[in-house]
């Protein structure tokens, strides 16, 4: 159950475009089509913000996006605003059925 | 609304025991996996354990294998952690979540606002 892996920090200016990486392994990302992002501000929980690798719930701003190909799947955020800031995790489902998360990444914008 | 809201977390020394609740309301509870997630302070979030809607099928990550079980009561719409043999690095912000489809614990669009669990002497 080893972690995926994001970068530790990203950052970019209001209206720019970001994307954070995750990459996993033929037991997990590469198998399954089920990538989850989360973004958690401090001392709140954690937010659904994409599931199954490109599916945003209902109520999340279409600026967020995901996509995969291979064992990384990534996230992109367009036209980056101030609340944007915060910690975004990735999510697996794996052969094992279990979960596994990314480490985390933080998001600062300039 | 629905939501989620936990509880039972607190102080406890290494070795101990304790068992947290997350209540459920305002969705059809056994339709649904669920999952308990943590965060440590100052470390990313880590999957701990998911039950099945029914009970039947219960799966653990490495790190609580042996000492964790999960477990709920569908007629109470509660799912329960309990945790023994408690260890330091236990010490995290437990939240639990609810599976966005219903059958696998892959996505979570509804979760608790987190209760702590500190294992210190």
């Known amino acids: 159950q080893s972690a995926l892996t994001q970068p530790a920090s990203v950052s970019g200016s209001p209206g720019q475009s970001i994307t954070i990486s995750c990459t996993g392994a033929?037991?997990?990302?590469?198998?399954?089509?089920?990538v989850s992002w989360y973004q958690q501000h401090p001392a709140k929980a954690p937010k659904l913000m994409i599931y199954?690798?490109?599916n945003r719930p209902s109520g999340v701003s279409n600026r967020f996006s995901g996509s995969k190909s291979g064992n990384t799947a990534s996230l992109t955020i367009s036209g980056l605003q101030a609340e944007d800031e915060a910690d975004y995790y990735c999510?697996?489902?794996?052969?094992?059925?279990?979960?596994?998360f990314g480490g985390g990444t933080k998001l600062t914008v300039l | 609304e629905v939501q989620l809201l936990e509880s039972g977390g607190g102080l406890v020394q290494p070795g101990g025991s304790l068992r947290l609740s997350c209540a459920a309301s305002?969705?059809?509870?056994?339709?649904?996996?669920m999952t308990w997630v943590r965060r440590a302070p100052g470390k990313g979030l880590e999957w701990v354990s998911s039950?099945?809607?029914?009970?039947?099928?219960?799966y653990y990550a490495d790190s609580v294998q042996g000492r964790f079980t999960i477990s709920r009561d569908n007629s109470k719409n509660t799912l329960y952690l309990q945790m023994n043999s408690l260890r330091a690095e236990d010490t995290a912000v437990y939240y639990c979540?609810?599976?966005?489809?219903?059958?696998?614990?892959?996505?979570?669009?509804?979760w608790g606002q987190g209760t702590m669990v500190t294992v210190s002497s």
């Open positions: 999510g697996s489902y794996t052969s094992s059925s279990t979960l596994v």
């Open positions: 039950i099945s809607g029914s009970g039947d099928s219960r």
């Open positions: 199954d690798v490109s």
């Open positions: 979540a609810k599976d966005y489809r219903g059958s696998k614990a892959d996505a979570f669009d509804i």
């Open positions: 305002e969705f059809i509870f056994s339709s649904y996996a």
């Open positions: 033929s037991s997990d990302v590469a198998s399954y089509d089920s």
